[in-house]
């Protein structure tokens, strides 16, 4: 009999469902909020109440994309954090009333497994994934950590931002810039025709794997203030350069403390995941890291790299391999580790 899983992702402004069907990856529909575009981020209260108006709908088109029924279903694998509470809740209690209703495994994914799992979504048999135990950079709008990966159950966090995470300084420094929000994907756009080396940004001096993006955030933010005063209309003309030259500094801040690690631990695998790992800069970096140190380089394909439930599906499937279930009565979690 074959094991199919449902998983389901809605802990923050993506609503998401995906099947996977003995380890290959069968749907997945992410319907993404615009709502927060008007309001420059996502506003908790707004986000619960679109993931309520989607839920029943994304899971009906996995579904149907799948090509199978509910009662098809071997287990339903849902987020249950860290995230927004209210987001949380809605994907979490629609998850325990299916698994409920089918009498089937109801399995809880930390949504930072799944982005480090990311990259063991197979959409077919040719697609081949990376050997544990292997490093991974994971960096996302909440989280900016160094880890190493000994199984899909078992992650050591090597290192992590003592504040802002790079999808944040991606995102803060946008705004300010006044570009739609997310922002870090205007700004991977405006780099490619900017020039990296035009603004000198600060760098953060602290010690050991451990990241900080909160002075680069403020040195730009100076930057911007000082040449307003001279020139109102400094972040027109400036545009790609200031785009490139962020990105440039925020991934070589990034890949200062990878290549410390990659020294220290010796990983023959090194994955990035989270959002911020969809950057083109972030990419080529960790590339010529990996090439520079004898690596080998896994990078996940754009569509898997922000919020989706095929990576809830693939940590959910792992789980339940090992039988590892949980109970009806899990609440959700807003911060957990990972
Ligand atoms: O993983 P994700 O969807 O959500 C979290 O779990 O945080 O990551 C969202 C973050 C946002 O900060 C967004 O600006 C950033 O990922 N991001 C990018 C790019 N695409 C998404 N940052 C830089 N370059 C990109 N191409």
């Keep these: 009999m074959s094991d199919i899983i449902l998983g389901i992702e809605s802990s923050c402004d993506d609503t998401s469902a995906a099947v996977i069907k003995d380890g290959l990856l069968l749907s997945n529909v992410i319907a993404s909020q615009k709502v927060h575009e008007a309001y420059g981020g996502v506003v908790p209260e707004l986000a619960s109440r679109a993931h309520q108006q989607n839920i029943v709908p994304v899971v009906s088109e996995a579904l149907r994309q799948a090509g199978i029924s509910k009662e098809d279903l071997s287990a339903i694998a849902f987020t249950r954090g860290p995230g927004l509470l209210g987001s949380l809740l809605v994907g979490t209690s629609f998850a325990k009333g299916l698994a409920l209703g089918l009498n089937i495994p109801l399995i809880d994914v930390n949504h930072l497994h799944g982005h480090v799992l990311s990259q063991f979504i197979r959409e077919t048999e040719d697609d081949v994934v990376p050997e544990f135990p292997f490093m991974t950079l994971l960096v996302s709008g909440g989280n900016s950590q160094i880890i190493m990966v000994h199984s899909p159950e078992k992650m050591e966090i090597l290192g992590q931002t003592i504040d802002d995470a790079a999808g944040e300084a991606f995102d803060k420094c946008a705004k300010v810039m006044g570009l739609p929000y997310p922002g870090g994907p205007h700004i991977d756009r405006l780099a490619a025709e900017g020039d990296p080396h035009r603004f000198q940004f600060a760098k953060p001096h602290i010690p050991g794997l451990d990241y900080s993006f909160s002075g680069l955030k403020t040195s730009f933010l100076y930057t911007l203030r000082d040449n307003l005063k001279n020139n109102p209309d400094f972040i027109q003309q400036n545009m790609a350069d200031l785009a490139a030259s962020l ?82 009565a899990a609440p959700p979690y807003a911060r957990v580790t990972i």
């Design 247 to 328: 990105q440039h500094t925020i991934v070589e801040i990034l890949v200062d403390k990878l290549k410390k690690a990659v020294d220290m631990y010796r990983p023959a695998h090194l994955t990035i995941g989270g959002g911020v790992s969809a950057n083109n800069g972030v990419r080529e970096a960790v590339e010529k890291l990996c090439i520079e140190k004898g690596v080998t380089p896994w990078l996940p394909k754009r569509k898997f790299t922000t919020d989706n439930a095929a990576m809830v599906a693939i940590a959910g499937m792992f789980k339940y391999r090992n039988k590892d279930f949980c109970d009806i």
